[in-house]
């Protein structure tokens, strides 16, 4: 649906199926982490980041995805700003 829209209105074939394909990755990737990321909401956001990165990296999403699923994510689950003193 995207990618057609994208070709109609005059996006190169390659640039499309890059845009779609990036759009796939992040919403498998907002899939993925759903669960984690509600067990881990009651950590610092450094903690939070960092478990959560590592869950998504090693199921082979690519950095750019991994940061965003974290924003995306550590704003919907309420997760405390700061660090854990240690």
């Known amino acids: 649906m995207v990618r057609g829209e994208l070709l109609q209105r005059g996006v190169d074939r390659d640039i499309a199926d890059e845009a779609v394909s990036e759009m796939d990755?992040?919403?498998?990737?907002?899939?993925?982490?759903?669960g984690p990321a509600r067990r881990l909401a009651s950590l610092d956001r450094a903690t939070f980041t960092r478990r959560l990165g590592g869950y998504l990296a090693r199921r082979g999403f690519?950095?750019?995805?991994?940061?965003?699923?974290?924003?995306?994510?550590?704003?919907?689950?309420?997760?405390?700003?700061?660090?854990?003193?240690?």
């Open 25 to 34: 990755d992040e919403e498998a990737a907002m899939r993925a982490a759903a």
């Open 62 to 86: 690519g950095p750019g995805v991994v940061f965003k699923t974290i924003k995306r994510l550590s704003v919907g689950a309420g997760v405390a700003p700061g660090h854990s003193g240690h």
